[in-house]
């Protein structure tokens, strides 16, 4: 059964955001739409929105929200939307989450369901300057909790794992300070909505997903996204 409503997953940088949302999304059979993955193929590709963002996302600054309201909107005007999405990164401003809400209504998917993936900030660094990306993929690793069976290569494509470039110390500083101040107060905007749960995220990632999983079938009953 499909989803049939939108999942945001708010949490700062290294939450696990990625990790979960492909999880759920894949066992529920609905899209994962992470704006940070559609960005960083606009930059690999040399397009002219990937020039435009990558000096911002280098920086770990936001993008403007105008641009990445735009991206989700064509997202999820395509046909495979329509049972739900789970949004990744996504919204990350007051003025996003508050044009999110119309786009949603519009499209029959009601009011979200947003998850706060909670983690203190000393498992949050860990985790980011940890993290490995598959090249081709973008399956996620992590050199300290996650390794791939042999050193720097994806287990599932045999892909080269890499390093993101906004994953190195000076600028995983920036973009934690962007959620402090842009993102964090979404979770009183949502909870002042009445449709926020808190999951404590620095437990594994099937922990994760169980709690996650049980949130979902109390609150949207459709699919639970666990294995
Ligand atoms: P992420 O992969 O979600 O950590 O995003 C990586 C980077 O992409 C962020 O540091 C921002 O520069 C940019 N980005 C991704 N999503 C958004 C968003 N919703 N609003 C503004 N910037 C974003």
Redesign the pocket.
């Known amino acids: 059964m499909p989803l049939n409503r939108a999942l945001i997953l708010l949490g700062p940088?290294g939450a696990g955001?990625?990790t979960q949302a492909k999880r759920i999304a894949h066992n529920c059979s609905v899209p994962h739409l992470?704006?940070?993955?559609i960005?960083?193929e606009a930059i690999a590709s040399g397009s002219a929105l990937g020039q435009m963002?990558k000096p911002?996302?280098e920086r770990?600054?936001?993008?403007?929200?105008d641009l990445?309201l735009h991206l989700v909107e064509e997202r999820l005007s395509r046909p495979d939307s329509a049972g739900g999405v789970v949004l990744?990164?996504?919204?990350?401003?007051l003025p996003?989450a508050e044009q999110l809400d119309p786009i949603l209504e519009k499209r029959g998917l009601g009011k979200p369901l947003v998850i706060d993936l909670f983690v203190n900030s000393d498992a949050l660094l860990r985790r980011l300057t940890g993290r490995r990306m598959c090249s081709i993929g973008g399956e996620i690793y992590n050199i300290h909790d996650l390794p791939p069976k042999v050193q720097d290569i994806c287990d599932i494509d045999g892909g080269k794992l890499i390093q993101?470039a906004?994953d190195v110390a000076e600028v995983v500083k920036e973009?934690l300070e962007?959620y402090e101040h842009q993102t964090k107060p979404l979770t009183e905007y949502y909870r002042s909505h009445g449709v926020l749960e808190v999951v404590d995220a620095s437990k594994s990632i099937e922990e994760v997903n169980k709690s996650v999983s049980e949130i979902l079938r109390k609150r949207a009953p459709g699919c639970d996204g666990h294995l």
């Not at 770990?60 to 929200?65: A, K, T």
């Not at 990744?88 to 401003?93: K, N």
């Open positions: 940088p955001k990625g992470s704006t940070g993955d960005l960083r963002v911002i996302m770990g600054d936001l993008v403007p929200d990445v990744d990164g996504f919204p990350r401003t996003q993101r906004d973009r962007a």
